[in-house]
């Protein structure tokens, strides 16, 4: 690989690679080493990269499977036994409660991530790259390998689960006070 082409990805994905995976993991440090593992399988693999999606899907892709192999290695040494962890329907809750960049946000968008750790994997990664990421809903395909029916579909369900659990969060709120 190029090193200028590597520079050129890294100046012009990292932040937006480095954002999706803290949000998915809620953790800086955790996020910067994941970050990390994406630029290396980059290096590895940009030469099998054929250009039929943009390298910005491309990267996303990348780091889709760089979290999904750490919440799976913790699944497993959490749960010291090999079951299978079903991406599609097991939630992904992070060991921390929140990142540090986080703790700044209004309490509206602080209910939205909780919210979003009780939604599935599938939902959670969908809903970061759609609205937290601004991907489209082509875009969001690519990177799942999935078809546009089944982001929108799954886009739509994870709306309706979120909107079920703020309403909950707010009804429980008022109840409180």
């Known amino acids: 690989m ?3 082409i590597f520079h050129r990805l890294y100046d012009s994905y990292h932040q937006d690679v480095f954002q999706f995976l803290i949000y998915m993991v809620k953790n800086r440090t955790v996020a910067e080493d994941l970050s990390h593992e994406v630029y290396v399988r980059v290096l590895k693999s940009y030469e099998r990269f ?3 999606s943009s390298e910005k899907t491309w990267l996303f892709a990348i780091a889709k499977n760089v979290a999904i192999d750490y919440f799976r290695k913790n699944a497993v040494r959490s749960s010291h036994a090999f079951d299978a962890f079903n991406w599609e329907t097991d ?4 060991s921390t409660k929140s990142p540090e960049v986080l703790t700044e946000l209004n309490d509206d968008m602080r209910d939205l991530l909780d919210a979003l750790e009780k939604c599935t994997g599938d939902q959670k990664m969908v809903i970061i ?3 937290f990421q601004e991907l489209s809903i082509a875009e969001t395909a690519q990177v799942l390998s999935w078809t546009e029916g089944k982001v929108k579909t799954t886009q739509h ?3 309706h689960r979120l909107r079920e659990i703020l309403t909950n969060t707010t009804e429980q709120k008022e109840a409180n006070q």
Request: hydrophobic share 30%; no cysteine.
């Open 2 to 4: 190029n090193e200028s």
């Open 157 to 159: 369900r994870a709306i």
């Open 50 to 52: 054929q250009g039929r």
């Open 129 to 131: 790259m759609r609205y």
């Open 91 to 94: 939630q992904l809750v992070s």
